[in-house]
T-cell receptor, first 114, second 114 residues
Framework: GAGVSQSPSNKVTEKGKDVELRCDPI?????LYWYRQSLGQGLEFLIY????????KSGLPSDRFSAERTGGSVSTLTIQRTQQEDSAVYLC????????????FGPGTRLTVL | AQSVTQPDIHITVSEGASLELRCNYS??????LFWYVQSPGQGLQLLLK??????LVQGIKGFEAEFKRSQSSFNLRKPSVHWSDAAEYFC????????????FGKGTRLSVIA
């Protein structure tokens, strides 16, 4: 079946602009995660959706970052008033609900803020 | 809170040689442990995982890892490296009962020489 997909694959924007990054999880996966991978760094957790529960936003670095998940499926990560330090690869992952399930990762969106 | 340390930023091995990538974690209970591999421009692919039971786990592509509770380690091994193994390797820890955001190490970049 299809894996996790993300769009766009690359995004170049100017400082101060807003961007939206999209994630389509694997069908049937109720858990969805957003991570950020900066140059030379590991993956940093941003936000986590689990079913109909309130999302865990504890990893969002500032109030310029927000995310939503519509219909328990597609998720959009929005970054407002982008800054150069937001440049990174944004990775989305999904997993089945319940227990220690594997997270399946998408290919990521490379964001460059000029 | 969990944390993961991968002490080696970059390792170079000869093709056909054995490989061991180190991973140390910090977590108050029995963790869920993962090794992921990321090839250039690609998303993360799961190599193997440890949840419980046998402390020596086998993964894909001939990799294995051993969970050592006394050393808080989960080192990745391969007896004979192939040139296609050149990639970035990430160790990650998840909290019980699962379906929680993973905490990743900063990664180890593996180069393979002829």
């Amino acid at each position: 079946g299809a894996g996790v997909s993300q769009s766009p694959s690359n995004k170049v924007t100017e400082k101060g602009k807003d961007v939206e990054l999209r994630c389509d999880p694997i069908s049937g996966h109720t858990a969805l995660y957003w991570y950020r991978q900066s140059l030379g760094q590991g993956l940093e957790f941003l936000i986590y959706f689990q079913g109909n529960s309130a999302p865990d936003k504890s990893g969002l670095p500032s109030d310029r970052f927000s995310a939503e998940r519509t219909g328990g499926s597609v998720s959009t990560l929005t970054i407002q008033r982008t800054q150069q330090e937001d440049s990174a690869v944004y990775l989305c992952a999904s997993s089945l609900q319940g227990g220690p399930n594997e997270q399946f990762f998408g290919p990521g969106t490379r964001l460059t803020v000029l | 809170a969990q944390s993961v340390t991968q002490p080696d930023i970059h390792i170079t091995v000869s093709e056909g040689a054995s490989l061991e990538l180190r991973c140390n974690y910090s977590y108050g209970a029995t963790p869920y442990l993962f090794w992921y591999v990321q090839s250039p421009g690609q998303g993360l692919q799961l190599l193997l995982k440890y949840f419980s039971g046998d402390t020596l786990v086998q993964g894909i592509k001939g990799f294995e890892a051993e969970f050592k509770r006394s050393q808080s380690s989960f080192n990745l091994r391969k007896p004979s490296v192939h040139w296609s193994d050149a990639a970035e390797y990430f160790c990650a820890v998840g909290a019980q009962p699962g379906n929680t955001p993973l905490v990743f190490g900063k990664g180890t970049r593996l180069s393979v020489i002829a």
